[in-house]
């Protein structure tokens, strides 16, 4: 009886090492360059063709986005923050490779960083857009860790 419960469990601990672990508590920041190529279908939104910065926090779940001139152009609030707005809350995923950011329940922040290509797509609204192109915004571009 001793035997198959070690077995299982022994199987059981391979599996876990060979899932995408989370990372601990960081900071992770990345300098990102557009790409020429088109969005993926079913983007939409204006598309943001200058450098960015993108400031990942993994312990206070923020994400923020600058331009070269070090001008914040998306941020994510706190939750406690915009509590009133249908239970903002944004979900972080961290792993090993890929870095994943959206807002629940709530459209108008999302993207994701592949951490070995360094690939970056990701969407924003914008406050100060005043028409269709430019009320939301999209990037797509490289990144590479700082």
């Known amino acids: 009886m001793k035997k198959p419960f070690a077995t ?10 060979l899932l995408p672990s989370p990372v601990s508590a960081a900071t992770f920041t990345f300098v990102c360059d557009p790409v020429a190529e088109p969005s993926p279908a079913g983007w939409f ?5 200058a450098p960015l910065r993108v400031v990942v926090d993994s312990s206070a779940r923020t994400v923020e986005i600058f331009d070269r001139d070090n001008v914040a152009v998306a941020v994510t609030a706190r939750p406690a923050r915009l509590s009133s707005l249908n239970n903002y809350q944004l979900d972080i995923v961290i792993t090993d490779y890929v870095i994943n950011w ?5 459209w108008g922040f999302s993207g ?7 690939r970056l797509d990701m969407i924003w609204s914008n406050s100060s857009g005043f028409n269709p192109e430019t ?11 700082r």
Not at 45 to 49: I, Q, T, V, Y
Not at 112 to 118: A, H, L, N, V
Not at 135 to 145: D, I, N
């Open 112 to 118: 994701y960083i592949d951490r070995k290509s360094g």
């Open 45 to 49: 939104g204006g598309p943001w063709s």
């Open 102 to 106: 959206g807002v629940i329940e709530m």
């Open 8 to 17: 299982s469990f022994a199987l059981a601990a391979l599996i876990g090492l």
């Open 135 to 145: 009320s939301s915004r999209q990037f797509h571009g490289t990144c590479r860790e």
